[in-house]
């Protein structure tokens, strides 16, 4: 059978080459054609969705045996909650996101959504439940209008205005020439990485998931993009349940919780502030980030200057 090795910042180049594709998550294994692992169990049920709490109770995870990933990792992201998961590069932190669209069966412990044990219910209601606002988006050869519909393919053009609105990407898709009509995509308007994120989260909020993830991007965007996604993204998570994984630290601050995975379990736990008065791990990472960006910053200037 094949191994499947799933990025959450999706397969760019599957996609590319699919005219009409799915872009959402659920859709993934038909796309790519291959074989999951993971199917229905026998009597699978479908997902009941409620507030939306997510809990992971002792779960043990390895891709490989002779190489455990996660280790008796429990936490909790209560309904409405946000919960940011950071680390270093390769302590795990994707595998949590793909654990929870049950890519991957753990090996020992239990997630459960709403109190069912998602090895239980079927796939298509799970990850119907989740979405998802991955760090690389690909748009379909189509309207802007088309893209933003997507994620609720009954909504209005009111709706789906309202929705860009939030995802702070009305006023750029006003600046084109055909508006909402305009075509993006391989074929269409190249538009930013910022963008194109923004185009996503409209999906996002259109779509109205009980639980969400967010893939913060693992590069940094220039200061007036990042701050117009974390707007964006504040108007998706709000109020619901919401799971950010974080490789850099951008997003994390104003979350309810932060967990510091280190070697598959958690390091440190705590608020943003709670966590930068333990001076430990986060901390460091904190400081270390800060002063990359001020590095950062300083060369952008300098090569404006020559
Ligand atoms: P980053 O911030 O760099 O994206 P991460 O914390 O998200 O890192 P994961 O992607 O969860 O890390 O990977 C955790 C570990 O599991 C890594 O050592 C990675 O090499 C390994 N890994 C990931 N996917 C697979 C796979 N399909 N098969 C085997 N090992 C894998």
Do not use: C
Request: glycine residues 8%; aromatic residues 6%; proline residues 4%.
């Amino acid at each position: 059978m094949i191994q499947l090795y799933m990025p959450l910042n999706f397969i760019g180049s599957v996609y590319r080459d699919i005219k009409q594709g799915l872009i959402d998550v659920e859709e993934m294994f038909s796309l790519l054609e291959v074989e999951a692992d993971i199917k229905d169990r026998p009597g699978a049920v479908p997902l009941r969705t409620a507030k939306g709490e997510i809990i992971f109770e002792h779960v043990d995870f390895a891709y490989d045996k002779e190489r455990p990933i996660l280790r008796d990792l429990s936490f909790r992201v209560p309904s409405g909650k946000t919960v940011a998961i950071v680390g270093p590069s390769g302590a795990g932190k994707s595998t949590i996101s793909r654990l929870l669209f049950r890519f991957y069966d753990v090996s020992a412990g239990r997630i459960l959504v709403d109190g069912q044990d998602i090895a239980g219910v079927t796939q298509k209601t799970l990850r119907a439940a989740i979405g998802m606002v991955p760090q690389d988006t690909v748009l379909f050869n189509d309207t802007v209008r088309y893209n933003i519909r997507y994620g609720r393919p009954e909504a209005s053009d009111e709706e789906v205005e309202d929705a860009a609105r939030l995802a702070q990407v009305h006023s750029f898709v006003m600046t084109l020439p055909k508006g909402y009509e305009a075509l993006v995509g391989e074929r269409g308007l190249k538009l930013s990485g910022g963008e194109k994120q923004r185009v996503s989260i409209a999906r996002t909020i259109l779509k109205s998931p009980p639980i969400l993830i967010l893939d913060e991007a693992t590069s940094a965007l220039d200061s007036m993009t990042e701050r117009e996604i974390q707007t964006a993204l504040g108007q998706v998570s709000r109020n619901r349940t919401t799971l950010v994984i974080a490789h850099r630290l951008t997003t994390v601050v104003e979350a309810d919780e932060i967990i510091v995975l280190e070697h598959g379990g958690i390091a440190e736990r705590g608020t943003h502030g709670e966590l930068l008065k333990q001076r430990g791990l986060y901390a460091a990472m904190w400081n270390r980030q800060r002063e990359a960006d001020e590095a950062r910053r300083k060369l952008a200037d300098i090569e404006h200057e020559e």
